[in-house]
């Protein structure tokens, strides 16, 4: 009794440590100087999978939709015990909303095999817990969101408890089928000493052709490319390879990716300027505070 | 998706459980009448259940014109695929042009199950909802009243404004408190819509096989007087202040995410766009850096004090009251000047 997994994970950058200088000065956001996270629930989706893995058997597959320097989030899933690690990255997924992203891993994940699709909750850079679902809609199988345990696993169906805002509640579901998974569902595992020596040198084609540009900028497109086969070869051989697929790999159609495949728009981005209000400033001494707290009794915001 | 239909209705879904209408619906069914008297049509509230026709009136004098009541047994409790469904055969059949959920855990699991079928689009935990125009400059063209969906984005840095002009329903979430809670009136009539409704058990992938409720562990929209905590408190231990200034006003503990991400208090207690929404008379806010996120959970608030040993702090542009300061300093100082009054 083997269960193949199918983890879909995202770099996000990390909201946490938002500074100034992360906005442009037209509004708009500098992806680029912020730091770039493995999505916090993304790793307890994994950690669940693996943890199936390890009681039962079968196999772990992470997929992330992304630029190509979302590799790194792959590599992080493989240090921790993924078997398989995909890359989709193609330049005509860009701008997509939940729907067309949620469309794009539909036909990635459909090239798979699976019985059981895990996500995280939300990612922390949109908070929308919106592609679990859709995805779920997508593959025409059932969710079970908000995963805080996974109780039984057998043939035919799981058992799992989920957490539903005001309280808990236990379903049994028939598999295959999707699940979001919070944070309380368990403690990630670190990446693995051994794994990561193993694999820290492995990479997606497009890492490998943007490195050897960088590293010979006279040479011809047709030159790098020559290079850049031997060395993917060379990587496939050592099990080092991690797979990218295009949007013509996975089968997509395009009126339903990117810009034109996202029903929601962006109508306005304002920066966040924030006007004072009447205030007063209280000196942090006691009568300054005691002042402060006679001021509140007298107009009874204080009772 | 629907095409674009400018006499649909706005529609709500009136999420029930056990014969209770949700807070959230009735709050939802405030500013859907708002938006629908704007663009001179009807609000539509979508009842699903088992024998729940009766909730009808409560939703009429909250503001719905037309309650649409799905009933069936196997519908009696919520599950994805089986709401889903009959939502989205009522979408297709009278085509509204908005439907606004509830952010809630069964809100936030329904809404995009939907919009995946419809393929439209959905934009979710909206803090702001209203009615405008989106001009197209690439196609040189107008879109004439558009739901604008507002919300805070991107770690807050930001306000963006969501549009959806071309695959309707144009949809979003809000969560519990965002909205203000309507006046009834419970003069105001309406018309029920019976959907019949046939279903078979097959349909249900998923078996509830128990639930467990638990109330919150504090009911921060019904304080007068809270008093929160971020992550400029820095510890469990610290938050310790933040609770005894709370008891010595009768005050409700609050936190932004960032305390309670790092375990200071527990989520139940957590306000801002993904948490609860306040409008307390009095609010204090202790070692919180103001970020949008938070601000939307509590800016409507009459007075607010801000305690934070940044100067710059983005709270003390909101705030009434600055003291700048260390919390350790100033909380017991405030404690004894409280109830050195009493």
Not at chain 1, 58 to 63: F, H, P, S
Not at chain 2, 201 to 217: A, M, S, V
Not at chain 2, 255 to 267: E, K, M, N, P, S
Not at chain 2, 313 to 342: C, E, Q, S, T, W
Request: glycine letters at 8%; charged letters at 25%.
């Amino acid at each position: 009794m083997a269960f193949n997994c199918v983890v879909t994970i995202k770099q996000v950058p990390d909201t946490k440590r938002i500074t100034g200088q992360a906005m442009n000065d037209d509004g708009t956001v500098n992806r680029g100087a912020l730091p770039a996270v493995f999505n916090p629930e993304d790793l307890n989706a994994l950690e669940l999978a693996l943890d199936i893995k390890d009681k039962f058997g079968g196999k772990v597959t992470v997929i992330t939709m992304g630029l190509p320097a979302a590799s790194e989030v792959l590599r992080q899933a493989i240090y921790r015990g993924a078997d398989e690690a995909i890359l989709v990255t193609d330049r005509r997924a860009g701008a997509s909303d939940t729907l067309a992203t949620s469309y794009i891993l539909s036909c990635a994940v459909k090239k798979l095999n699976y019985d059981i699709v895990l996500c995280g909750r939300q990612a922390i850079d949109g908070d929308t817990a919106q592609v679990g679902p859709q995805l779920a809609e997508k593959l025409g199988i059932p969710q079970v969101t908000y995963v805080e345990e996974l109780l039984t696993v057998e043939d035919h169906h799981i058992t799992a408890r989920r957490n539903i805002g005001n309280g808990w509640q236990e379903v049994k579901c028939k598999l295959p089928l999707l699940m979001t998974v919070v944070d309380e569902a368990n403690e990630p595992r670190v990446p693995g000493a051994k794994r990561l020596m193993k694999y820290k040198k492995a990479k997606t084609a497009i890492e490998i052709q943007t490195q050897l540009k960088k590293e010979n900028p006279t040479a011809s497109d047709a030159e790098v490319k020559q290079i850049a086969d031997t060395k993917i070869k060379e990587l496939e051989e050592k099990g080092l390879l991690i797979k990218q697929w295009d949007l013509d790999q996975i089968n997509a159609d395009l009126q339903w990716c990117g810009r034109d495949g996202s029903p929601t728009k962006v109508h306005r981005i304002q920066s966040v300027v924030l006007t004072a209000r009447e205030s007063k400033t209280v000196e942090a001494t006691d009568n300054g505070i005691t002042d402060m707290i006679r001021e509140l009794i007298t107009d009874k915001t204080i009772s | 998706m629907i095409s674009v239909n400018p006499k649909g209705e706005v529609w709500v879904f009136a999420e029930q459980h056990e014969g209770k209408i949700e807070d959230i619906a009735l709050e939802l069914l405030g500013r859907a009448r708002m938006l629908g008297d704007k663009l001179g049509v009807k609000v539509g509230a979508v009842l699903i259940g088992d024998q729940i026709k009766s909730l009808a009136e409560k939703l009429f004098h909250y503001g719905a014109d037309n309650v649409y009541v799905l009933e069936n047994p196997l519908l009696e409790h919520y599950q994805t695929n089986s709401y889903s469904k009959v939502i989205c055969d009522l979408i297709h059949k009278y085509e509204p042009q908005i439907m606004i959920y509830g952010a809630s855990a069964c809100g936030r699991d329904l809404a995009p199950r939907v919009a995946s079928t419809i393929k439209a689009g959905l934009t979710a935990d909206c803090t702001d909802l209203q009615i405008g125009d989106h001009e197209n400059k690439s196609e040189g063209k107008v879109h004439k009243n558009l739901l604008l969906q507002i919300r805070p984005a991107f770690g807050g840095n930001i306000i963006a404004t969501i549009i959806n002009y071309d695959r309707w329903p144009q949809m979003a979430t809000v969560r519990e408190g965002v909205m203000p809670m309507p006046t009834p009136d419970a003069k105001r009539k309406g018309q029920v819509i019976a959907e019949k409704i046939t279903m078979q058990k097959t349909e249900l992938p998923i078996e509830i096989l128990c639930e467990h409720k638990r109330e919150k562990k504090v009911n921060l929209k019904a304080s007068r007087i809270v008093v929160a905590g971020g992550a400029g408190v820095g510890s469990k231990d610290n938050f310790k202040l933040v609770w005894e200034l709370a008891n010595a006003l009768g005050a409700a503990p609050g936190a932004t995410r960032a305390a309670v991400d790092l375990g200071f208090i527990d989520r139940d207690h957590q306000i801002g766009q993904t948490g609860t929404t306040v409008r307390p008379s009095l609010y204090i806010a202790i070692g919180i850096s103001g970020a949008i996120q938070h601000q939307a959970g509590m800016s409507d608030s009459q007075k607010i004090i801000a305690i934070n040993n940044d100067p710059t702090a983005p709270i003390f542009d909101v705030a009434h009251y600055k003291i700048v300061g260390d919390l350790n300093d100033v909380i017991p100082k405030m404690i004894k000047a409280i109830k050195a009054r009493v």
